[in-house]
Every structure is written in structure tokens, then in C-alpha cells.
């Protein structure tokens, strides 16, 4: 890869920039100690010139960061060259020397910029004289130190190029390889041309010549000096192309990715087009943009090397792992085979075995030596014993030995060597080989982990309550700020606990209607949520939490104030919960595939429908027992039925206004009123409208059209006045005292927009509306995918560990309880995952061990904690 410039860079770079001439100074600024802008501006035009101290020099078109405080020589640069004039540049002797002149006659000052060896920067005056240097340096050659307010010198020798070069230089070049080795023609040639090695190549290409040619002293150049006239001219064309009308072209390889379409690998940046040593090439408008495009991009591309690198390493891994898992299966699966073909043998040469097995137990009883042992079964093999000639050799220290067994009902079956368990019967060896052919199956189904798309949830706390709403809480201010500003939706809940050093939480609603609300149960797991996830936790305090709209959640603070990251402005009345106990679970999840799915909800609908049938049968018996009452509607419907619907109206606000002594309960229990509140609305839930309550609003409803069919309209209404309660006006008063406080903290009223801005706002609120729209759909649908009871028959892909208060996982096959206490997260959660595998071998306990590698489980879990279950600590 090209990193710094040649000779013919240099000269097209300071072509280019003779345009910037006449233009005047605004500023200097420092990218780090070697890289430098100067900021040039003249009326409606701008432009920077970057220059890298031994590197490059170029206009530049991107926005490079700046140093926070400039550096000393900026500073210096600031106060010398700010708002003059650059009036002229130029390469210095035909060399990698770019003089830089602003301001004129006394006013003068010149910048030096060394692209060669290690650079250097020098800034003087009119006369020369060093203000300023980078890398204050003395000359090997000419003992000349360059320093401050020493005079800078150079050597301007412009007639070097135009001499040209000759067949002599070319014949001297040569005679000056060390003898015995060999040097490429291109190394050669670019020291004679002076356009680098790269444009030098493209030179002899287009004259027919490799440049990896090697060259001796003792080489025929006979070839190359047929060429030479053609080469020179080449070069020629090279000069006038760079000094004229330079080109910005950028050669590059493609690097392929296994997982994505191939990446571009900048390579080189050359004046000239590059058509015959470079497979891909792009042509820029200028040499300075594709100077300036090829070093803005190359960390970049170093950075997509790298991914690429670690992609093709990563996938060359899981290619070996599934290679030795697929060896380990077939050798499993071998393994099975071999032990049950045993067994079979064993079990057919029962006979055998026994009496193989008296016979060396007879010999262990006499104490005879191993090797006595060996002598005996061998002499006795000679004698012709079937049962000596059965057994092939001794195992002593493992406490068996190997037997020949064939199918004595089949003369051409294979003959096996079979280890026979001294301290087991025939039976009992059979059975062995049965028991180790079934736990190479059962390591068969352990399968490598499959890696999946993590759902969006799970980089927040999270769990799903016990009515199947998400609920997601900030790890952190950042995280706090990004769950409000992009996942709290018009009709969540936004809850926090009434202690320091809590989190942010969220429950998604289900439903975008407005009297869709959340229900009670899930405002109480994720109080306890919020409650666990706060300083309550290790200090093992019971505290309470509260909740309000998403409408009152707002980062403006007020004036003069400032709100930090992750915190908000709180508008209007707090909902409090009553306190949350300190107890959370950890359960396990699992993914299961399409069929699996539709099993589940066909499932779940026919056990509504079963519970559904049961409730209208008890409803039908209600009926009948009180069919004496149904016969006479009017008395008991018209009356007590109007009567409890009034009452419940005017129960909602007290009629008389509180006193002092009932504010301040009030105050000092909010919770007990929402305790009361989540009460009702929880026997509301749970009662519902019966049939008998719609038949009986139906026949009341009928009767009324009966007995007013005669009446006009405005004496029903004036009817209707005269039956309203007058505890609604009470409710109404208190409102609106409520309002007024909520007024003295809301932010002023927006004024009047003109119509095409609402009309805009109210097109982008509906696009919104739709995207939320959309992923609620897609959470509804996830949600159906996951199942905490899975069934034998059930295709599961993957587990999910999930961290929740202990109620909402009370129906989880797997769950522990977790309670504040000493313990460490990652060692509790490997606690429950083995109770949760303990003696199983099935796909879930495999789904379940595979979480030990996962940190998902125990990064959710609070600090300090305590795990319990039934049989926790049994072996």
C-alpha cells in the first residue's frame, strides 16, 4: 500500500493548488503533531490545504477532527501567516520541497514542507530566517543545524528533470549492482525516471517490459535498450500530463467477504490513469480528491479488513467445530452400533461367557499370579478347550477381559472382541453394553449452540408480565434517556421508583385505543420491578413506586435548571403503588418454530372456549334459581339497578371537600389510595359483565322506549337532568384542582402555527403512529413464539433466560426465587441452570445448558442475591 508521496504527487498536488493563489488565510489548526489545516477563504469561495510533515500535501474536502487545544506550532502558524494573502507555491529544485509564500515584501513569510525521508516543517521570514521548525535537525552531509533563528537553506537545482536521462545513466545504474546479485528493472528505471516505483511500472508495461525482470551485471539488456527511446518518451508524456492537467485515479483489490458483498481495498493513488498494472481503478475530478478520498477512507478500510479477518476466523472455527462434531457423531453413532452388536453376542453366547467367567474367577480365588493365569489359558487353547480358545487376552487392572464371539447361528457373521466385566454375570454384561450404546445416543442430541438475532428488548432489563405486556427497564442513564426518547408510545406506562438510584421503566401497551388500560397486575410486577432494580435492593428496605402518562414524562427542564443525562421532568400527580417486597424469579423462555406455535394457540383458544362454556353454564344456573325475580322486572331493574350505577359515580369523589387532617393522610399514604384503586379495578376485572347483567340492561332498556314512547325529546332530557347525580359536580371541582397544579409546572402554551406546518406535524404524528402500529403487530407476534410450558412434542430453536418478579413466572416450568442476599450473579444463575439440567438429556436441558455461555441471565440479575428453590442443594 502507497503511503506517502513520489515526486510526480508532489508536483500534480502543487499543480492543483496554484488555483488557491490570492486567497486569504483564516485560520491554522493542528490534526496531531505531524498533520496541519490551513484555512483559506476569498469572496464565496473556501479551501483547505492539509499537509502531513513527510507525508502529503493536498487540498483537502472533508471535515478532519481538530485538536480540542492547538498545539504550540499552531499557535506560532496563527501569528505569523493569520490573514495574509498565499501568493504563491511551488516545488522547490525538483524535489520533495513545497515552499509556501504568503504576505508580501517586509510582511513576508515562507513555509518549507519536507515531504522526504522523515519531513520536516519550517517556517521563516522574508530573509530566510527560521521562526519556527517541527524537528529541529543538523545535516549529516553539511554539519548545516536548522533551528530557530538559523537561516534555512535548500539546494534549487531546476534543471535536473529537463536534462532527461541518458542510456549511460541507464548502462551506470546497472554497473553499480553488487556483484552476485540481481535487481528489478523497475527499481532501476524509477530512479532514472523519478516517478516512483508505481507510474515507472505503468511505463514499462505500456513499453511491452516487465518490471520484475531481474537484473545483473551480467544481463543481456539489448531487449531493454530497444525500448529505451520508447521508455524516454513515455516519460515525457508523464511529466507534461502531471505538470498540466494531473488525473486523480485510485487503484484498489477487492476483499471478499464470506457474509457480504466484496470490500474495496485502496491500494494506490497515482496522477496518471493505470490501466495495465491495476485490475480495478476509479477516476476522481481532481489528484487532490483522490488523495484526500484515499486517507480519509483508509482507517476505515482497516477497520473493515479487520472485520473481515476476524469473520473469516470466526467461520473457519465454527467449520472446525462442526467438522469435530460431526467426527464425534459419526464416532458416536459407531459407538452405538459396536455396543449393541455386543450385547447381541453376549446374549447369544450366554453359555460361553458363564462359564468363562467361573473359570477365571476360580483362578483369582486360588491366588494364581496374572501371568500363571495367561500360561494356563494358553496351554489349555492348545488342548482344544473351546472356553480357552474363547477369550483373546486379560485386563487385569480394569477387572475384565476380551472374548472371540461369533453367531453361532450364523457361521458368516463378523467375529467380535467383546470385554467381558469380571464382577457381572453374562447378563449384566449385556446389559452394560445396552446402557453405554443409549448415553452415546443421549450425547448425540447435544448440539452446538446456534447463534440468533437477539429480540430488541433484551439489551434492556426485561421480563413479560403475567398478562403478557413487555416490560423494560434502563441499565443506565443512557439507557434510561434511549428507552423514553424511542420506546415510551402515547399509551405506555412510564413507572419509576420513589428511591435513588433507580431505573427507568416501561410497560408497552398492547392496545393504541385510550380505554385500553393497563391492567393491575402488571403495574404491581413492574413496581416490584422498579423497586429491585434500585438502592433498595442491598440496602433490603421495602419502598414503593409510582407511575404516570407518557404525556407528563418530559426532558425540558425548567428555567435555569439543567437535567442530566437519563433524567426527567415529572408533570402533573404521581400514581403511587402500594410497597413492593424484594423477590425476583429467574426463569427460562423458549423459541419455538412455526408448527410448535400454531399447536399453542390453537391450544390456548380451546381452553378459552372451555372456560367460556363453564362460566355461561353457572350463569344459566344463576338464571333459573332466580327466575321469580326476572318475572318482575320493573321493580327490581328500574330501582336497584339505576341505584348501584349512580352510587358507583358519586363514590369515585368525596362530596364535601377534605379537610386539613384527610390531605395530610392523603399525603402520607398515597399508596394505600392506589392499593385501594388496584382492589376495585382488580374485582372489576375479575367480575366482568355477566350475561345476566346485559340481559337485564336490555329488558331494561326495552321497557323504557315502552313506558316514554309518548314523550318528545325534551321532556326525556329534562327527565334525564332531574336523575343525574350530584356527585359529579363534586368529581368535576376536583378535577379541576388537579389541573390548576398541573398548570403551574406544564410549559407555556405553543403558539398559533401557520397551516402548512400542522399539517405536517400532524402527517409526520400519523407516520408514527403507523411504525408503532406496526411494532406492536411484531411484538404481539414475537411474543406467540415463546412459550414457558413447552410440550415433549414441540420443536424448540433456542432459550431465553428471563429475569422477573416471582409472580409473573409462577406459571414457568423452570424458575428459581431470588432474594437479596450474598451471593455473586454469574455463580447463582450456573446454580440454577444445572438445577434446571439435573439428570435431564432431552432437547430442553440442552437448550438450557447452552445459557452457561450466555451472560444474558446473570447481567439481569441485581447485585448481591440469594437463590432458592425446592431440592436446590440435593446431589
Not at 373 to 389: C, F, L, R, W
Not at 625 to 650: A, L, N
Not at 788 to 807: C, G, I, K, R, W
Request: charged share 35%; aromatic share 6%; net charge negative.
Amino acid at each position: 500500500m502507497k503511503n506517502r508521496f513520489t515526486l510526480v504527487d508532489v508536483i500534480a498536488a502543487t499543480t492543483e493548488l496554484k488555483k488557491l493563489q490570492g486567497m486569504r488565510v483564516n485560520n491554522v489548526y493542528d490534526i496531531d503533531n505531524k498533520t496541519y489545516l490551513i484555512k483559506l477563504s476569498r469572496t464565496d469561495e473556501k479551501a483547505v490545504i492539509l499537509f502531513e510533515s513527510g507525508v502529503r500535501l493536498h487540498q483537502t474536502f472533508h471535515d478532519w477532527p481538530k485538536s480540542q487545544t492547538p498545539s504550540s506550532f499552531s499557535m506560532k502558524l496563527r501569528k505569523h501567516i493569520n490573514q495574509k494573502r498565499l501568493m504563491s507555491i511551488r516545488v522547490v529544485g525538483f524535489d520533495r520541497l513545497v515552499e509556501l509564500v504568503f504576505g508580501s515584501e517586509d510582511r513576508e513569510n515562507r513555509l518549507y514542507v519536507e515531504l522526504y525521508d522523515r519531513g520536516n516543517v519550517v517556517l521563516t521570514d522574508h530573509e530566510l530566517t527560521i521562526l519556527n521548525i517541527l524537528r529541529v535537525r543538523t545535516d549529516k552531509d553539511t554539519s548545516v543545524r536548522w533551528a530557530v533563528r538559523e537561516k534555512y537553506t535548500f539546494n534549487e537545482d531546476s534543471d535536473t528533470r529537463r536534462a532527461g536521462f541518458k542510456v549511460e545513466d541507464l548502462e551506470k545504474a546497472v554497473a553499480g549492482i553488487p556483484d552476485g546479485k540481481e535487481e528489478q528493472l523497475g527499481r532501476i528505471f524509477s530512479q532514472l525516471t523519478k516517478c516512483g516505483n508505481p507510474v515507472t511500472k505503468e511505463i514499462l508495461s505500456k513499453c511491452g517490459l516487465k518490471a520484475e525482470q531481474k537484473i545483473s551485471k551480467k544481463t543481456d539488456l539489448s531487449g531493454v535498450l530497444e525500448k529505451f527511446e520508447e521508455i524516454l518518451k513515455a516519460t515525457e508524456e508523464v511529466w507534461e500530463t502531471v505538470e498540466e492537467h494531473p488525473k486523480g485515479v485510485i487503484s484498489y483489490t477487492e476483499a471478499l467477504s464470506p457474509t457480504s458483498a466484496p470490500i474495496q481495498l485502496y491500494q494506490e493513488f497515482n496522477p496518471i490513469p493505470m490501466p495495465l498494472t491495476s485490475k480495478f481503478t476509479k477516476e476522481l475530478g481532481s489528484f487532490c480528491e483522490s488523495v484526500d478520498e484515499f486517507y480519509s477512507r483508509i482507517e476505515t478500510q482497516k477497520q473493515e479488513q479487520k472485520a473481515i479477518n476476524m469473520e473469516k476466523q470466526a467461520l473457519k472455527k465454527l467449520e472446525n467445530v462442526e467438522k469435530d462434531q460431526k467426527e464425534r457423531i459419526e464416532a458416536l453413532q459407531m459407538t452405538q452400533e459396536q455396543r449393541e452388536h455386543m450385547a447381541n453376542r453376549i446374549i447369544l453366547n450366554q453359555e460361553l461367557v458363564e462359564k468363562a467367567l467361573l473359570l477365571i474367577r476360580s483362578a483369582l480365588a486360588n491366588q494364581f499370579s496374572w501371568q500363571t493365569i495367561e500360561e494356563m489359558k494358553k496351554t489349555a487353547a492348545k488342548n482344544g478347550d473351546p472356553v480357552a480358545k474363547s477369550i483373546d487376552s486379560f485386563r487385569f487392572e480394569n477387572n475384565e477381559f476380551v472374548m472371540i464371539l461369533g453367531d453361532p447361528y450364523d457361521e458368516e457373521a463378523e467375529i467380535l472382541k467383546v470385554p467381558i466385566d469380571i464382577s457381572m454375570n453374562a447378563s449384566k454384561n449385556a446389559q452394560r453394553h445396552f446402557v453405554d450404546k443409549k448415553s452415546a445416543a443421549e450425547k448425540i442430541v447435544t448440539e452446538v449452540k446456534k447463534s440468533r438475532k437477539a429480540m430488541w428488548f433484551e439489551k434492556f432489563r426485561w421480563f413479560i408480565s403475567s398478562e403478557g405486556y413487555i416490560v423494560v427497564a434502563g441499565r443506565d442513564a443512557q439507557q434510561n434517556e434511549l428507552l423514553v426518547k424511542k420506546y415510551l408510545r402515547p399509551n405506555d406506562i412510564y413507572m419509576h421508583a420513589d428511591v435513588r438510584g433507580a431505573s427507568s421503566v416501561v410497560i408497552r401497551n398492547k392496545s393504541f385505543e385510550e380505554s385500553q388500560e393497563i391492567p393491575p397486575k402488571t403495574l404491581t410486577e413492574a413496581a416490584q420491578m422498579a423497586v429491585c432494580y434500585s438502592n433498595a435492593w442491598e440496602a433490603t428496605v421495602t419502598a414503593s413506586a409510582w407511575w404516570v402518562r407518557p404525556e407528563q414524562v418530559s426532558r425540558t427542564a425548567p428555567t435555569g435548571e439543567y437535567l442530566p443525562s437519563g433524567s426527567f421532568m415529572i408533570r402533573g400527580k404521581k400514581n403511587f403503588m402500594p410497597p413492593s417486597q424484594l423477590v425476583m424469579g429467574l426463569g427460562v423462555l423458549f423459541r419455538m418454530d412455526e408448527e410448535s406455535i400454531e399447536r399453542h394457540v390453537a391450544m390456548e383458544k380451546e381452553k378459552k372456549k372451555e372456560e367460556e362454556e363453564v362460566e355461561e353454564k353457572k350463569e344459566e344456573k344463576k338464571e333459573d334459581s332466580e327466575g321469580e325475580e326476572e318475572e318482575f322486572p320493573d321493580v327490581e331493574v328500574k330501582i336497584g339497578g339505576e341505584e348501584e350505577e349512580e352510587v358507583y359515580f358519586i363514590d369515585v369523589g368525596p362530596k364535601n371537600p377534605p379537610n386539613k387532617q384527610q390531605q395530610k393522610n392523603q399525603k402520607e399514604a398515597p399508596e394505600k389510595t392506589t392499593q385501594k384503586y388496584l382492589e376495585e379495578k382488580m374485582k372489576e376485572q375479575m367480575a366482568g359483565p355477566s350475561a345476566k347483567t346485559q340481559k337485564r340492561k336490555q329488558r331494561k332498556e326495552k321497557m323504557v322506549k315502552q313506558k316514554y314512547r309518548d314523550q318528545t325529546e325534551d321532556d326525556l332530557e329534562l327527565h334525564r337532568e332531574l336523575l343525574k347525580p350530584h356527585g359529579k359536580v363534586e368529581e368535576k371541582k376536583e378535577e379541576e384542582v388537579v389541573k390548576e397544579e398541573v398548570k403551574s409546572e406544564a410549559p407555556k402554551p405553543e403558539e398559533k402555527r401557520p397551516e402548512k406546518v400542522e399539517k405536517k406535524v400532524e402527517e409526520e404524528q400519523e407516520e408514527a403512529e403507523e411504525e408503532d402500529k406496526e411494532a406492536s403487530a411484531e411484538e404481539i407476534t414475537l411474543l406467540s413464539s415463546l412459550t414457558a410450558q413447552p410440550l415433549d412434542e414441540d420443536t424448540l430453536l433456542f432459550a431465553v433466560p428471563v429475569v422477573a418478579p416471582y409472580s409473573a413466572l409462577s406459571t414457568y416450568k423452570y424458575r428459581v426465587k431470588i432474594t437479596p442476599g450474598i451471593g455473586k450473579r454469574g455463580k447463582a444463575t450456573k446454580s440454577a441452570i444445572e438445577l434446571f439440567t439435573r439428570q435431564k438429556t432431552d432437547r430442553q436441558a440442552a437448550l438450557i445448558k447452552s445459557l452457561l455461555s450466555d451472560d444474558s441471565a446473570s447481567r439481569n440479575l441485581p447485585t448481591k442475591v440469594r437463590i432458592s428453590a425446592p431440592q436446590l442443594h440435593k446431589k
